[in-house]
Antibody, heavy 122, light 109 residues
Framework: QLQLQESGSGLVKPSQTLSLTCAVS??????????WSWIRQPPGKGLELIGY???????YYNPSLKSRVSISVDKSKSQFSLNLSSVTAADTAVYYC??????????????WGRGTMVTVSS | SSELTQDPAVSVALGQTVRITCQGD??????VSWYQQKPGQAPVLVIY???NRPSGIPDRFSGSSSGNTASLTISGAQAEDEADYYC????????????FGGGTKLTVL
C-alpha cells in the first residue's frame, strides 16, 4: 500500500523559505502515470493546490504562488520536495502531499499524506 | 475566490439521503472528484470520474453531474459521514490548474 509522509520545519520566520519533503513508500514512485503534488489548508479554511510534478521533474504551479514555489523530485530517495520562498503569515497552513492521477477519467488526488502544520512567525 | 461553488453547510437526518452540490463552468467539460475530510485528518477521495468509488468507500456514496453542477449523494447517511466535503476539478481554462470548492460541512442529525 503506497504511503506518503511529510517532513520539514514546523516553524518558519517571515520572509524566509518554507521547505518540506514527502517520502513515498510501499509502491512505485517512478510510474509515469501519476504526479506528485502539494496541497495546503490554512486553519479553518479550505484546500488549495500549490502544484504538482511529474516523475520527470516537469512541474506545474498554482498561478497565484508561481513566483515563490518550486517542487522537485529526488529519484534516488523516492521523495519530492516543496520550497516556498518569502513566506508571510498567510502561508501558515497544514501542508499535504498527495498522489495525483491526471487521467481524464481519473483526475483525482487518490492518496494523501497525513499533513504537517507549518506556522510562519517570528 | 474559488471557481467551484459549494453550499457552506448541509444537514441530514440519520438514515436519510443528502445531496451535496458543486457548481462551476468547468464542470460542463471536466469530471469532478469529491473528498471527505474529518476533523484533524487528511482528506480522503470518495468519488472520481463519472461515478467511481475507490476501494473501501461504501456504496452509499455516489456522484452525478448535469450541466455546470456536480452532486455527491449519500444514500442512508450514517453518523460517521459527518465531515467536510470538497469538490475538485480543472479550472475554466482547462489547463493544468485544478481548483477546490470551498467545502460543505455535513451535519448528520
Amino acid at each position: 500500500q503506497l504511503q506518503l509522509q511529510e517532513s520539514g520545519s514546523g516553524l518558519v520566520k517571515p520572509s524566509q523559505t518554507l521547505s518540506l519533503t514527502c517520502a513515498v513508500s510501499g509502491g512505485s514512485f517512478s510510474s509515469g502515470s501519476y504526479c506528485w503534488s502539494w496541497i495546503r489548508q490554512p486553519p479553518g479554511k479550505g484546500l488549495e493546490l500549490i502544484g504538482y510534478t511529474y516523475y520527470s521533474g516537469t512541474a506545474y504551479y498554482n498561478p497565484s504562488l508561481k513566483s515563490r514555489v518550486s517542487i522537485s523530485v529526488d529519484k534516488s530517495k523516492s521523495q519530492f520536495s516543496l520550497n516556498l520562498s518569502s513566506v508571510t503569515a498567510a502561508d501558515t497552513a497544514v501542508y499535504y502531499c498527495a498522489r495525483y492521477n491526471p487521467g481524464l477519467t481519473e483526475d483525482s488526488f487518490d492518496i494523501w499524506g497525513r499533513g504537517t502544520m507549518v506556522t510562519v512567525s517570528s | 475566490s474559488s471557481e467551484l461553488t459549494q453550499d457552506p453547510a448541509v444537514s441530514v437526518a440519520l438514515g436519510q439521503t443528502v445531496r451535496i452540490t458543486c457548481q462551476g463552468d468547468s464542470l460542463r467539460s471536466y469530471y469532478v472528484s469529491w473528498y471527505q475530510q474529518k476533523p484533524g485528518q487528511a482528506p480522503v477521495l470518495v468519488i472520481y470520474g463519472e461515478n467511481n468509488r475507490p476501494s473501501g468507500i461504501p456504496d452509499r456514496f455516489s456522484g452525478s453531474s448535469s450541466g455546470n453542477t456536480a452532486s455527491l449523494t449519500i444514500s442512508g447517511a450514517q453518523a460517521e459521514d459527518e465531515a467536510d466535503y470538497y469538490c475538485n476539478s480543472r479550472d475554466s481554462s482547462g489547463n493544468h490548474h485544478l481548483v477546490f470548492g470551498g467545502g460543505t460541512k455535513l451535519t448528520v442529525l
